[in-house]
């Protein structure tokens, strides 16, 4: 705990100005070059994107080619999107779930009409089945 006061007392003795900056200078930080560079040999970034665009097949021409590829990804994605939702909005029934349900909603309704317990302990009128002699 001590030396959590003593960090604390230290930081208030800072100027303002010199919290949060580093010790180096305010200058931007240069990324070193690989050995037998020229650090004049460097061309602008426009320039070496002029020299070797990125292709992606859509035209010859580097700022119609990015053009197309983005419209032609915002197209692919947007009809994926929206032709796939509709697709599965629209899928049948899987497995008949609805229609089970709807079937067990409509014969509760009628063995409540006709005043018959929802379940019975026979699946089957026992009645009706062909049963074997008791012998």
Request: aromatic share 8%; net charge neutral; no cysteine.
């Amino acid at each position: 705990m001590a030396a959590l006061w003593r960090a604390l007392r230290a930081l208030r003795a800072l100027p303002a100005g010199a919290r949060g900056r580093s010790a180096g200078s305010p200058g931007a930080v240069a990324l070193p070059r690989p050995l037998g560079a020229d650090a004049h040999d460097e061309e602008p970034m426009l320039v070496a994107q002029r020299k070797n665009p990125d292709y992606h097949g859509f035209s010859a021409d580097p700022d119609a080619d990015v053009l197309n590829m983005r419209a032609a990804f915002l197209a692919g994605v947007s009809i994926t999107i929206v032709l796939g939702s509709i697709f599965v909005h629209y899928l049948p029934d899987y497995g008949l779930q609805q229609w089970a349900r709807r079937e067990a909603e409509v014969l509760v309704r009628e063995r409540e009409r006709q005043g018959l317990p929802l379940l019975t302990s026979n699946y089957y009128d026992p009645k009706r089945l062909p049963l074997p002699p008791p012998e």
